[in-house]
């Protein structure tokens, strides 16, 4: 069995649930063939979300980590590919903290990229008959703090584990006006099923193109 750490963010900015542990928690109650899926949820805080990531990283000692969070707005589950070591918060996090063009690692490399199968995880999304995208850009908020976060632990703590981001969009419940798209959990679930199930057994990754022109 291959072990697999799967996070999510407890809710914010004044919602009642956050898609990305529904989706987590579904995954981990009916996990893919093959892998052992522990879910964990995430405090979304600078600093302290990257406390409790550590704490179960070494915990579950797993092989694969993926982490997932929420992009209102998005149509479709979008796989992060580089996450950047700057925090800039629009909003302030749960605990009321809002950095501005601080670093998530001081001294750390301006970016890593993920050391998933990005695209190999996209297409297999996408076979699961689930939207989805490569995406460029984690944002500057907790979700790109945990993306570079994670990417800097597996590289200086956790040497051979492979990780990375993918954010999931709003739930139904959180748009219930049809202004934005939104997927059900068990929707975007499914896709992360096929997502965790090719990055356990694909090391080398697509060659296709999914880039974008801005």
């Keep these: 069995m291959t072990r697999v750490l799967l996070t999510g963010f407890e809710p914010f900015g004044g919602e009642s649930v956050n898609p990305s542990w529904q989706a987590a928690e579904r995954v981990a109650a009916a996990p893919p063939d093959g892998l052992a899926v522990t879910a964990v949820q ?12 550590r704490s179960a990283l070494d915990r579950v000692r797993p092989e694969l980590v993926v982490c997932l969070g929420q992009a209102g707005g998005r149509p479709g589950v979008t796989v992060e590919r580089v996450a950047i ?9 749960n605990a009321g903290a809002q950095p ?29 008959g689930v939207p989805v995208a490569l995406s460029h850009t984690a944002g500057t908020f907790v979700c790109n703090h945990v993306a570079y976060g994670l990417a800097h632990l597996l590289a200086t703590e956790h040497p051979g584990v492979r990780g990375g981001f993918v954010h999931v969009p709003w739930a139904p419940s959180q748009v219930l006006d049809g202004s934005a798209p939104s997927l059900p959990a068990e929707v975007v679930a499914d896709g992360v099923r096929a997502l965790l199930a090719t990055a356990a057994t694909t090391t080398q990754d697509l060659r296709s193109t999914e880039g974008t022109t801005h």
């Design 100 to 128: 501005v063009d601080e670093p998530v690692v001081p001294g750390g490399p301006a970016a890593y990229f993920s050391s998933l199968p990005v695209k190999a995880c996209v297409a297999a999304v996408r076979d699961a």
């Design 42 to 53: 995430l405090p979304c805080v600078f600093g302290e979300s990257l406390t409790a990531l």
């Design 85 to 93: 070591n700057v925090d800039d918060a629009r909003i302030p996090d």
